[in-house]
């Protein structure tokens, strides 16, 4: 039987017992004695249960004194929102309401509670309207679900790590070639429908096994990174960015003609080369060859566009690097 088989069973329980007209009297006690039945149910350390009349605790078990940080008595001196943290309380008193009014069945919500020492828990609250001689209440059933919260936001933070480093070079911050595939296919079925171009940029860092080789390969990646930053600080919104290779970097250029990309390039390499990267002791300065290509006129495809920014930039190596070239 699953957690809200058994809180549903509890709830009739309660029901049945407390709508009794001989019992109605013996109201708390009777919910004292179906509160060990509970206990067997579900177990001691997770469900606290509460009676709430008028806005107010008429009754508490320990368990739900406990949760709180309060004693029984202190916490029929209360209210729910009072337990409650201040940004959650117009939602629960708003779950509380419709409860109350009739407007649904019965509630089930989550929401953060405030303990008596200021700590903040995750609650989860289970709430059925009943009669007991006349008088409307409201009784509830709260579980401390902050391990299992803790636990889900953990979750969370992992998968949306998992999912960047997926997509993103885990050196630059850079898209990966991973997402390339999906990101330049879409950028391209948008510029065929719009009728607009789409350019590509092309880079490698000239002679960069050379910084490798004199400053060490931690250097190098200080080199990466700082290429990487560099890219990010000349781009517009909509410019997307990629490591390609180990010193191989791609640019998609939504809406860009060829001669504002070259333009693009060659400022990235001014940039570039006017760059000291400091590492350790060292002062490490590069250039960059880069190749442009355009859609349509350079190709249709990603594979096409790529190939062709490719054939400009080993133009502009073999021009002595340190240059942009097009692949017009």
């Known amino acids: 039987m699953g957690l809200a088989e058994k809180l549903e069973d509890t709830f009739v329980e309660i029901e049945t017992a407390i709508g009794r007209p001989q019992l109605v009297m013996g109201c708390d006690c009777i919910l004292r004695k179906?509160?060990?039945?509970?206990?067997?149910?579900?177990?001691?350390?997770?469900v606290g249960i509460v009676l709430i009349e008028d806005g107010r605790f008429t009754y508490s078990n320990s368990r739900f004194a406990d949760?709180?940080?309060?004693?029984?008595?202190?916490?029929?001196e209360r209210g729910p929102l009072e337990?409650?943290?201040?940004?959650?309380?117009?939602?629960?008193?708003d779950n509380l309401r419709r409860?109350?009014?009739?407007?649904?069945?019965?509630?089930?919500?989550v929401f953060r509670g405030l303990r008596k020492n200021g700590e903040v828990l995750d609650a989860e609250c289970h709430s059925k309207?009943?009669?007991?001689?006349?008088?409307?209440?409201?009784?509830?059933?709260?579980?401390?679900?902050?391990?299992?919260?803790?636990?889900?936001?953990?979750?969370?933070?992992?998968?949306e790590q998992l999912r960047?480093?997926?997509?993103?070079?885990?050196?630059?911050?850079?898209?990966?070639?991973?997402?390339?595939?999906?990101?330049?296919?879409?950028?391209?079925?948008?510029?065929?429908?719009?009728?607009?171009?789409?350019?590509?940029?092309?880079?490698?860092?000239d002679h960069f096994k050379r910084v490798n080789d004199r400053y060490g390969h931690q250097a190098g990646d200080e080199v990466l990174r700082a290429f990487g930053e560099l890219m990010k600080q000349h781009a517009r919104a909509s410019d997307i960015f990629y490591r390609y290779g180990a010193e191989d970097f791609l640019m998609v250029l939504p809406g860009l003609a060829s001669e504002g990309a070259l333009e693009r390039a060659e400022q990235l390499r001014s940039a570039l080369a006017n760059l000291t990267v400091e590492h350790g002791d060292g002062r490490i300065?590069?250039?960059?060859?880069?190749?442009v290509a355009t859609f349509p006129a350079d190709g249709r495809s990603s594979d096409a566009l790529i190939a062709a920014a490719d054939g400009a930039l080993y133009t502009a190596k073999a021009a002595r690097r340190n240059q942009a070239q097009s692949g017009r």
């Open 34 to 46: 179906v509160e060990a039945k509970f206990r067997g149910l579900v177990g001691q350390s997770l």
């Open 67 to 76: 949760m709180f940080g309060y004693s029984e008595p202190e916490i029929r």
């Open 83 to 93: 337990l409650t943290v201040p940004n959650d309380r117009e939602f629960v008193a």
């Open 99 to 109: 409860r109350l009014t009739g407007a649904i069945d019965r509630t089930d919500f």
């Open 129 to 159: 309207v009943m009669r007991v001689g006349g008088r409307r209440m409201l009784i509830s059933m709260v579980l401390d679900i902050s391990t299992r919260a803790a636990a889900e936001r953990e979750i969370l933070v992992l998968q």
């Open 164 to 205: 960047e480093e997926s997509t993103h070079d885990s050196l630059t911050g850079l898209y990966n070639r991973r997402f390339l595939d999906a990101s330049f296919a879409r950028e391209l079925v948008l510029a065929e429908r719009s009728g607009e171009s789409v350019s590509v940029i092309m880079c490698d860092l």
């Open 285 to 291: 300065r590069v250039t960059a060859s880069f190749g």
